[in-house]
């Protein structure tokens, strides 16, 4: 039973509820994904060395992102909780919070531009592959902050359940991601032919234009309800609130996404160009199936966050099992077309002869079936935990089961005993194993229950 305490509230949602406030999201996220499948996509036409420089790149990319990103995502649960105690304009502060995030993460990545080639160099990617990442992160780089302003303002909108409009903006930036890819990749329209480079700064400039449609939304207050746009003092005690749950947020994200492009970059690349391509393949697919589980934890999350604003602190366990079941769902059935058809999956990826590619990525994808499941039930607690401020403790959990056990475990297995693509994958599914056990541990504790994120309102 859906229960209301005030106009647009709700604290236990039906499972419709949750699927309606789900699918934009899921429709945003996946549109973000397809932006890097599409860049892969379009560049293995160029040959394996271009896939394994796009698919790194974009990773690479996204993992210098990751920690502003990540600590914007703070401000859907402050946006959510406020939204539950009827502060519409508080909320609107957290959005400008996340913004002034935004302006320090562009400055950032283009301070980072000139270390590109030596941090590469020390890496252990052929020279080919090396030499194109580095023209893809340089143009990359440059829409940092465009893409964690539009993480900013996309979860704010969704603290307010308003997540068609984030989700507009990110099919306006696919869709001319897409144009954008054919036009530069292969020249074009007249255009010159820029490969590997062309797909970044297709990227680049379909992230910038989208932020810049979704900024302009904001400052007319298209979407908001109203007393949403009442004009209200910014406050540094707010902002260093958003930095104290924001920032272990971002750490949260950055330190497992940190151990994941360790992974990659020390373990997965040492294999061969072939299994390198192959695992960066079976990513890429993991990545664009996450994400309709990512859109279901993420909407559960609002409604976790609504409903400690509120102070129903009582409905968040019913909406955490109703999530999970969802995302549980999701996933199983994601893992059998993993088992059933993995050819069929990674066929967009092949590209001449591609025997040792679709060899190598058939095994792994089937290994990646059974990590599946542990993934929902990772996803469902940790964002449950965000929403209600829990940050630290899953920031510290995440770096502890990734750098003590899963990174040193796949490269020791693989860089002294010989271990190949299956041992590394194996390690996968232990992490997520690892991972899924803590954080439902946590969850269990009530810990979250004491924290208080936002000020008492005012009677």
């Not at 151990?259 to 393949?281: D, P, Q, R, T, Y």
């Not at 999701?330 to 990826?349: K, N």
């Amino acid at each position: 039973m859906s229960v209301r305490v005030s106009e647009g509230v709700v604290t236990r949602p039906r499972l419709g509820e949750l699927l309606g406030l789900a699918w934009p999201i899921v429709v945003q996220r996946s549109a973000q994904v397809v932006i890097g499948t599409t860049d892969a996509i379009l560049v293995a036409r160029l040959g394996e060395a271009a896939l394994g420089a796009a698919s790194a790149g974009g990773h690479n990319a996204f993992a210098l992102f990751i920690l502003p990103m990540g600590t914007v995502f703070i401000v859907s649960s402050f946006a959510a909780q406020l939204f539950g105690k009827g502060d519409l304009p508080g909320a609107r502060r957290y959005a400008f919070y996340g913004l002034a995030v935004a302006a320090l993460a562009q400055v950032l990545c283009v301070a980072a531009i000139p270390a590109i080639p030596a941090v590469l160099s020390t890496m252990s990617y052929p020279v080919e592959v090396a030499e194109l990442m580095a023209d893809y992160l340089v143009l990359r780089l440059l829409s940092g902050g465009p893409a964690v302003g539009l993480e900013a303002l996309g979860n704010y909108y969704a603290g307010l359940k308003n997540v068609k409009l984030p989700m507009m903006a990110q099919l306006f930036a696919m869709v001319l991601n897409i144009g954008l890819d054919f036009v530069l990749i292969f020249g074009e329209l007249g255009a010159p032919a820029m490969g590997v480079r062309g797909a970044a700064m297709a990227s680049s400039i379909a992230t910038t234009l989208a932020f810049l449609l979704l900024l302009g939304c904001f400052f007319k207050g298209v979407g908001i309800p109203e007393g949403g746009t009442l004009k209200t003092k910014l406050r540094m005690r707010e902002m260093v609130a958003l930095l104290r749950f924001g920032v272990p947020s971002g750490l949260n994200w950055f330190i497992e996404f940190a151990a994941f492009i360790g992974f990659i970059n020390l373990v997965v690349a040492s294999l061969g160009k072939s299994e390198l391509a192959a695992m960066l393949a079976v990513f890429q697919i993991n990545s664009v199936s996450f994400m309709p589980a990512f859109g279901l934890t993420s909407a559960g999350a609002i409604f976790v966050g609504q409903a400690i604003g509120a102070g129903k602190k009582d409905d968040v366990g019913r909406t955490v099992r109703l999530t999970l079941g969802a995302t549980a769902t999701w996933q199983g059935a994601v893992g059998l077309l993993y088992l059933l058809i993995p050819s069929v999956l990674l066929a967009p990826f092949v590209e001449d002869d591609g025997t040792a590619f679709l060899a190598a990525g058939m095994v792994v994808l089937r290994l990646s079936a059974t990590w599946q499941l542990f993934d929902a039930v990772v996803n469902t607690f940790a964002e449950a935990l965000r929403a209600a401020g829990d940050t630290a403790f899953c920031s510290i959990a995440r770096g502890l089961v990734a750098w003590i056990f899963f990174f040193p475990g796949a490269w020791i297995t693989v860089r002294h005993f010989g271990g190949r693509e299956v041992s590394a994958t194996l390690w996968l599914v232990a992490y997520m194993a690892g991972l899924a056990l803590v954080l439902w541990w946590r969850f269990r504790t009530g810990k979250w229950r004491a924290l208080e994120m936002t000020e008492p309102q005012p009677v």
